[in-house]
């Protein structure tokens, strides 16, 4: 019987004078990785194809509101599908909380959003089961490794994700030092 060695943690949480940082970076999967990589190849031919068509004016004119149509679901499919496998390979959570605002950063290779929250008006920060509705695109893109997260809060009417692809002890450990750094209030009783 073999023996199961305790693994490193992967985030990296870094505490100083101006602020906590957590960097929690993407759960690399190789199916993932290399399925978006063959699709996305596949999407680039079809995607060019058609654009020449329109280009040379060789669509059937029967056909034509049905290939407008077409390409820009492709396009919009393949670029969603280009993030994916982007996040997959260069991917990573930034977790900062400085002064009364929690700053959560979806960065790969150092492009990215910030959404940022006051501190004084976050909830119940907790590791949560992540659950799959299929009416929110934020839940859908779970398989990708792009959506949700084990680490949530309420903020106003709504709960807000990170930590997408986190273990649970991971999740804890990074709930545990912004809760060390910050005072948020727990949730109120009904």
């Not at 400085?98 to 929250?117: H, V, W």
């Not at 994700?161 to 999740?171: K, Q």
Request: aromatic residues 12%; positive net charge.
């Amino acid at each position: 019987m073999g023996k199961i060695r305790s693994t490193d943690s992967r985030i990296t949480i870094t505490d100083t004078s101006q602020g906590l940082r957590i960097v929690l970076p993407c759960r690399r999967s190789w199916f993932v990785m290399c399925f978006l990589g063959f699709w996305i190849c596949g999407w680039a031919v079809a995607e060019i194809m058609v654009a020449i068509q329109f280009v040379n004016g060789d669509a059937p004119p029967e056909g034509e509101l049905f290939m407008v149509t077409w390409f820009g679901v492709w396009t919009v499919s393949g670029m969603l599908a280009v993030y994916a496998w982007l996040w997959q390979v260069l991917g990573k959570e930034i977790i900062t909380v400085q002064g009364q605002t929690l700053k959560a950063r979806r960065d790969i290779g150092g492009f990215g959003f910030d959404k940022e929250y006051a501190l004084v008006q976050m909830r119940d920060l907790r590791v949560g089961p992540v659950g799959f509705n299929p009416m929110d695109f934020s839940s859908s893109l779970q398989l990708w490794g792009i959506g949700g997260g084990v680490i949530a809060f309420d903020y106003g009417a709504k709960t807000h994700r990170f930590g997408a692809g986190l273990d649970e002890v991971e999740a804890k450990l990074a709930v545990t030092a912004i809760k060390k750094r910050s005072r948020i209030q727990e949730s109120a009783t009904i």
